[in-house]
């Protein structure tokens, strides 16, 4: 791997060129390591395939009478792909930088001459293309449950544009946390503990009518409800009402807080 420093007298467009550029040899670096991981890419796939089947075949019938003559396929693979996503950041993400940190390699990005925000956007960037395979192999499964995309093309589009952008937000969450502990072991649990509440505390596999009320107001507001509500509606061909936009707005807020953060932390950690 080798990268360029960046010329302190060069203007705004070259100073970005070769800072995507720097973002790019890491993001290769990280795709580079799926095919030679193949146990990786297994375990990762394993459990969305365990939760579909597990909701699908055991509480489906049950949860089904709640929806009023909806398919609980159509209901529940929305919320799947947005867990698949989000646990595949703390996965990835969090424990891939909490052992890069370990295993000193993160030193060794720090000894060249590139930029530090590069190092953290490709990795989150090659972990946006292993959601994205995680994804189709999810839809192919789906698919053999019941699932069919109802909505327009484009609908389609915009679902999976926005659950890849959920994740990649998500990601810079798990950056954060796996710089801020000191093991790998820490950065599962540190990354796990809080997803739990977000995911399943949600729209992920049960209405929220069905919640007491002080649970159903957390969980009508819970960002990962949104973003699910949002992506059902593409799907399904609804309308998608406010939620397209909350979606968005969480989404952007949640990096524009956490990757400023992770920046931050690599280059506090890297003057220690």
Do not use: C, H
């Not at 799926?34 to 949860?63: E, H, K, S, W």
């Not at 609908?155 to 954060?176: E, N, P, Q």
């Not at 939620?243 to 890297?270: M, N, Y």
């Amino acid at each position: 791997m080798t990268s360029v420093s960046m010329p302190a007298n060069e203007g705004v467009f070259e100073r970005a060129k070769w800072w995507l550029s720097d973002a790019w040899v890491i993001t290769v670096r990280n795709l580079r390591r799926i095919p030679r991981q193949p146990d990786m890419l297994f375990f990762i796939t394993l459990q969305p395939i365990m939760f579909i089947l597990l909701f699908r075949y055991v509480f489906g019938g049950a949860i089904e009478k709640s929806l009023g003559g909806e398919s609980y396929a159509q209901f529940l693979m929305p919320g799947i792909f947005v867990q698949t996503v989000l646990f595949g950041s703390v996965g990835t993400t969090g424990i891939g930088i909490a052992d890069d940190m370990k295993r000193g390699i993160i030193d060794r990005f720090r000894s060249l001459p590139m930029s530090r925000t590069s190092v953290l956007l490709g990795r989150t960037l090659a972990d946006v293309a292993l959601n994205a395979l995680t994804v189709a192999i999810m839809v192919a499964v789906g698919l053999a449950i019941g699932f069919r995309f109802e909505g327009s093309f484009l609908d389609s589009v915009l679902a999976i544009a926005m659950l890849l952008f959920f994740g990649f937000a998500f990601s810079w969450v798990a950056a954060f946390i796996g710089l801020l502990v000191k093991s790998v072991e820490a950065a599962q649990s540190g990354g796990f503990i809080w997803l739990f509440p977000l995911t399943f505390a949600s729209s992920a596999f049960v209405p929220t009518e069905d919640m007491p009320s002080w649970l159903q107001a957390f969980a009508d507001n819970n960002p990962v409800t949104i973003v699910i509500n949002a992506l059902r509606a593409w799907f399904n061909g609804t309308p998608v009402g406010s939620d397209g936009w909350l979606s968005l707005a969480w989404t952007v807020g949640i990096i524009a807080v956490f990757a400023p953060l992770a920046v931050w932390k690599f280059r506090r950690a890297s003057t220690q």
